[in-house]
């Protein structure tokens, strides 16, 4: 991969990723708009996005302890504080609500940092019919020093970058009140379990809501068909967007001969 990504230009601090996907009408207009689409974690395929363990710690949940002993005629002990703990834990409402909440607080789009996973193509780009779009980031500081994609004004960074981790173990949702503790709740967006470390998955993370955000036209660097690829079709998207975005290089997935991998060409 390191010959193919040589082929572009390297800002400081640029950031290439790949996004898999179908090309349907509504793609190619937001290819042609300069646009990505930051969408709800609900609605991905992975069942457990959003899923968490509460903390026990009762520096966390002390508040909330004490209110709930005193709504409930309770002494505020050990005892009663595990029951509480116990009982938010394995609450359907409570952990619902708290998901509910996470999931309208932040929008997400998904890329990946491997563009020649036959597993990916088939499973997100129409089964090898689709394309992969090659994007070139740059990268700035922003909120609580993550990295992030700066707007189109350059003012401000309100996309921000997250590998996603894969772990045999649910990430731990905590209920302080203060900034530190929203960071670290946030990575409950990008936790996956290992059974999908495969997807090398990257997040963009925004308090945006659902939707299409412009990015910087010339951060679309290249677009890759799938081996299935019509060529016909090919040839008129490739005759087409070269007239719209002089600096794209278009390429195409092919199978290894000898192998069960996948390679790249340039068209």
Known sequence: MTHFLD????????????HYCKLDQ?????????????????????????????????????EQAKDYCKE??????????????????????????????????????????????PIMWAHYADNHKGICLIYGF?????????????????????MFLDDVSYQDTFPVFSAKKDPNTEMKNRKILSTKGKVWEYEKEVRIVSKRRPGLVSIKEKSLKGICFGLRFPKLSIEMYVS????????????????????????????
């Open 26 to 62: 509504r793609k190619f207009d937001s290819i042609l708009k300069s646009q990505i689409y930051l969408d709800d974690v609900r609605n991905f395929n992975d069942p457990y996005e959003l899923h968490y363990l509460h903390t026990a710690d009762s520096d966390d949940w002390a």
């Open 240 to 267: 087409f967007l070269q007239k719209r975005f002089s600096w794209l290089k278009f390429y195409q997935i092919e199978k290894e001969i000898k192998t069960y991998e996948i390679k790249v060409f340039q068209l």
């Open 72 to 117: 409930n005629d309770l002494p505020y002990d050990q005892d009663t504080f595990q029951k509480f703990i116990d009982r938010i834990s394995s609450d359907p409402v409570e952990r619902e609500t708290a998901m509910i909440r996470m999931a309208e607080n932040y929008s997400v789009c998904c890329f990946s940092r491997e563009l020649l996973n």
């Open 138 to 158: 740059d990268l700035g500081i922003g909120e609580g020093n993550l990295v992030g994609i700066p707007d189109l004004d350059g003012k401000q960074i309100s």
């Open 7 to 18: 082929q572009f230009d390297h800002g400081e601090n640029s950031q290439y990723l790949f």
